[in-house]
């Protein structure tokens, strides 16, 4: 009942003044006082809402402090989401520009006149748009002719490896003897069985480093050297390895034996030697006096 005698005399007096003091607990004298009525003390209270609203709004708005609070996204994010979707349109730009170009040399390779294209962007999205085919130009003809002619850059000419190989190699021979098995792939034959006098040293056809010394029962030791031009040489059934892996070697050098005691059918106790050129076997025989 009293406090509702409280509330009801708040509600009547809104506007008269009333004295607040800080008294002295000790002594019970009055150290402060002011007038003031309930409608100044709620003005003041929504006042002061109103002023660290604002406070709070403004440093929001105009300082890194959201970038502090985790997972909120704050100015920062904002600019690297940017930044993300700008690098995307220009990935997406390159993307066509290569498709382009690879579209184009299929094109000119089929003997086809390429097209023109123009890239326009519509929104977010970038569309490419045919327009008209390009006029032949003189490096066009020059390319067509490199490709199509007799030169060294002519598609599917099977002697245009050979020679580019054989005219920047000097190789030595691996062994002395003679050529019993020729090279015939299609017998399974990727280089050539030399047949040797005894027990010889290998040597290195070219300088280079030795990147396999393995043995299986039916090649025994195996050597394999990478050489440079993308060219690697196989020495198969040899008795001893001298040299271990990564090793550099020179041409001629010394790196094993061949021996009796050759296990396996495959081959049949002959010396095997094999050229790989970009992955793909060649005739030892078309670079190598044996």
Excluded: C
Excluded at 22 to 42: A, F, G, K
Excluded at 92 to 100: G, I, K
Excluded at 104 to 116: C, F, H, S
């Amino acid at each position: 009942m009293k406090s509702n005698r409280n509330l009801i005399y708040f509600l009547r007096n809104l506007r008269e003044k009333h004295r607040l003091s800080l008294r002295n607990e000790h002594n019970d004298s009055e150290v402060w006082y002011m007038h003031i009525s309930p409608v100044e003390i709620i003005g003041g209270f929504i006042a002061l809402v109103l002023i660290l609203f604002i406070v709070i709004l403004t440093t929001v708005a105009y300082t890194p402090l959201l970038d502090l609070i985790p997972g909120y996204p704050g100015n920062r994010s904002r600019e690297m989401l940017i930044e993300n979707i700008m690098r995307l349109d220009s990935m997406e730009r390159t993307l066509n520009d290569l498709q382009v170009y690879s579209d184009n040399m299929a094109l000119i390779m089929e003997g086809k006149t390429p097209v023109m294209r123009n890239v326009t962007q519509a929104g977010d999205s970038v569309r490419i748009e045919k327009t008209e085919t390009a006029a032949p130009s003189t490096e066009d003809s020059i390319l067509r002719r490199q490709l199509e002619g007799d030169g060294i850059y002519r598609l599917n000419d099977p002697t245009s490896t050979r020679r580019s190989i054989r005219t920047g190699l000097e190789l030595f021979s691996p062994v002395k003897g003679i050529v019993a098995e020729h090279f015939n792939p299609k017998q399974d034959r990727y280089g050539v069985g030399i047949a040797t006098a005894g027990s010889q040293q290998v040597l290195a056809v070219e300088a280079g480093t030795l990147i396999l010394s393995a043995w299986s029962p039916d090649d025994g030791h195996i050597i394999q050297i990478q050489h440079p031009n993308n060219l690697i040489s196989v020495y198969k059934h040899t008795s001893q390895v001298l040299k271990p892996i990564g090793s550099r070697v020179k041409g001629g050098e010394v790196i094993g034996y061949t021996g009796e005691g050759l296990s396996g059918e495959k081959g049949k106790g002959l010396f095997e030697f094999e050229l790989w050129h970009n992955g793909a076997p060649v005739d030892p025989e078309s670079y190598i006096v044996f």
